[in-house]
């Protein structure tokens, strides 16, 4: 079992809508959590991390469900510019310092 | 500023040729990481400096060095590479702190080919 799956989509999403997809986490022990985007052939960027309580930035929202390990990014009022792979990225514990986990990538297609 | 650059963008190599990879930062990071990713899978680790030294090397072969001359720089020297090493190199940087303030920031990536 890999240690952080994410469904790779792809999401296809009309313009202004919402689109909501998960990220599972396999060690319960696990530290920190964060959302990169990455677009074709670019580099990851940090779209948000997330903490326990949730949190929002703008149209997205980022939930952390430590019970069933998993994480959640919902995106609303989709724009275009959205279109993009979003990556799950886990940080371990101590004991592994240093080896961030990163799921697959979700695709998310937003079309006009 | 989250900023983390590399130099070159584009790089390519015959399998005879040595050549570097560079990666600066300037926000006072102690880690540092090479990645390399191929197209349509994640970034797979390949290095990681901590406090300019190395303290994981994810059994990388040794025609990848990697070099940390100091806090704000990293580099990857290639030698004798093979076409299958063709991928897009990323470097990033973290503060190396506990939680969640721990964020990686990634380079924009090196994309090298490999003849």
């Known amino acids: 079992r890999k240690e952080v799956e994410q469904d790779p989509g792809p999401f296809n999403v009309p313009e202004g809508a919402t689109v909501a997809f998960n990220c599972t986490y396999s060690?319960?022990?696990?530290?920190?959590f964060f959302w990169y985007r990455q677009d074709c052939r670019k580099e990851p960027k940090l779209l948000m991390s997330?903490?326990?309580s949730g949190n929002e930035d703008g149209r997205f929202t980022a939930q952390l469900n430590r019970a069933s390990q998993y994480i959640s990014l919902l995106i609303r009022d989709s724009k275009l510019s959205d279109s993009a792979t979003y990556l799950c990225v886990v940080k371990p514990v101590t004991d592994s310092w240093g080896k961030f986990q990163f799921g697959a990538g979700t695709q998310v297609v937003v079309t006009p | 500023d989250t900023e983390v650059t590399q130099t070159p963008k584009h790089l390519v190599m015959g399998m005879t040729n040595k050549k570097s990879l560079k990666c600066e930062q300037h926000m006072g990071h102690r880690a540092m990481y090479w990645y390399k990713q191929k197209a349509k899978k994640p970034p797979e680790l390949m290095f990681v400096?901590?406090?300019?030294?190395?303290?994981i090397n994810e059994s990388v072969p040794s025609r990848f060095s990697p070099e940390c001359p100091n806090s704000s720089l990293l580099n990857l020297h290639l030698h004798a590479l093979q076409p299958e090493d063709s991928a897009l190199y990323l470097c990033?940087?973290?503060?190396?702190?506990?939680?969640?303030?721990?964020?990686?920031?990634f380079g924009p990536g090196t994309r090298l080919t490999v003849l």
């Open positions: 400096y901590s406090y300019e030294k190395l303290s």
């Open positions: 060690n319960s022990a696990s530290q920190s």
């Open positions: 990033a940087s973290s503060p190396r702190t506990s939680g969640s303030a721990d964020t990686q920031y």
């Open positions: 997330v903490y326990s």
